[in-house]
């Protein structure tokens, strides 16, 4: 099953407090993923085990270097106001202090570092639309891991945001060691992830 898609309404002047309401407002099946993606309500399928793990493995390594006061979500909310987004990723590492308090979602320009691992049915969000909207909100790393890139997993790592456009860091295929820059300073074995 794909992404499904929610029309807010009828026209392209939908109100970013609307869209946040509808977004709220979605009843979807448990683990399911509820996003905002160019001002679009999309409702994805619970990501597949071999999703699941290499969040997991990812997840395990970053907590080995990340500082005492930030943390790692999978759930969290990303809000993307300006490119009419608020985005799941699959891990998104923000100061402890960001994330205290009441609500599901923080602004994206807090995020330190956002994970996003595509699936099947809906990579080009990651690819395309996601990874403009962090870039325009200033997230200064993004991690794309593509496990469905046209037969040859790949690993992405994008920084340097300007313009709302990224700057490709570093880019290997699975198998090989990508090196996520300081405050982080890790060295990653991309051929831990399933490929796809």
Known sequence: ???????PAPGHGQDWDDLVRIWEETDAPEGCKVEIIEGIVTVSPPPSKDHNLTAALLQRRLYSVIPEDWEIFQTLGVAVPGRAGLYIPDLVVVP????????????????RLVVEITSQANANHDRIGKAHGYAKAGVELFLLLDPWHSGRPTATL???PADGIYRVLDAVEYG????LPEPFALVLDTGVFPAG
């Open 1 to 7: 099953m794909g992404a499904l898609t929610v029309d």
């Open 96 to 111: 402890r202090a960001v994330a205290t308090g009441p609500g599901n979602r923080v602004p994206a320009e807090e995020a």
């Open 158 to 160: 994008y920084g340097e």
């Open 176 to 179: 090989e060691k990508l090196t």
